[in-house]
């Protein structure tokens, strides 16, 4: 069954330092891999998506993420963190094998401190 | 600006009362989803649909069922209401052959 883990519940960086956020997937069919954000009291809004191409992908607000085939891995990154990127992020994955359905992780709550 | 609405940002209901939670969106989008958000577990779909008056089964389909009258409109129902039904809903869209997932902002609901 696919799965996606997030293995850190709370990351606490302080402003203008860099950020990694970990994901780990289990998926039969090739991959298409998202990073969501969720800001207090706001639906998701996507931050980027990897479909095939360039292992390396730009999102909004900074971000960035490396698909890693032989990891299982999406990683999200930021050089520098600003304080309003406090919120919860999901990665999630799908594949055109199963529609448009796609399995969540369970989310990591990045603090900012100042 | 696209848009995903849910009628309700908050609602109150006691055990055993039937509850409906609406979505309706605005972009002729052909697949809506109902998923439930708890802490540590992340997002879970509850149930689906790609077309007006289909629906699919998710992962936690128990104690819940769907509506699509209506391309637009997407509704779940909690025929009895129970307290481990007490969570955030969050109702989502996407266009086909689009994974993109746009989202409502959530309702939280809790079962008395």
């Known amino acids: 069954a696919q799965s996606v883990t997030q293995p850190d519940i709370h990351i606490t960086v302080s402003e203008g330092a860099s950020l990694e956020l970990r994901c780990n997937y289990s998926y039969g069919a090739t991959p298409y891999l998202f990073w969501y954000v969720q800001s207090p009291g706001q639906g998701l809004q996507l931050l980027l998506k990897y479909f095939s191409g360039d292992t390396l992908v730009q999102g909004i607000k900074g971000f960035e993420a490396e698909f890693k085939r032989s990891q299982s891995s999406f990683n999200l990154r930021k050089p520098s963190v600003h304080w309003s990127d406090a919120a919860e992020y999901f990665c999630a994955v799908g594949a055109k094998e199963y529609g448009n359905k796609l399995v969540f992780g369970a989310g990591t709550i990045l603090r900012v401190k100042s | 600006d696209v848009k995903v609405t849910q009628s309700s940002r908050y609602l109150v209901k006691r055990t055993g009362e039937k509850v409906f939670l609406e979505c309706v969106q605005d972009?002729?989008?052909?697949?809506m989803f109902w998923y439930r958000q708890d802490p540590g577990l992340g997002l879970r779909l509850i149930y689906f649909?790609?077309?007006?008056?289909?629906?699919e089964k998710g992962d936690i389909p128990e104690g819940y069922s769907v509506s699509r009258e209506k391309k637009e409109r997407f509704s779940l129902i909690l025929e009895s209401a129970s307290t481990n039904q007490t969570s955030m809903y969050l109702c989502?869209?996407?266009?086909?052959?689009?994974?993109?997932?746009?989202f409502g902002s959530g309702t939280q609901l809790s079962v008395l």
């Open positions: 972009m002729d989008h052909e697949n």
């Open positions: 989502a869209s996407s266009s086909i052959g689009n994974e993109k997932l746009f």
């Open positions: 649909s790609y077309d007006v008056k289909m629906k």
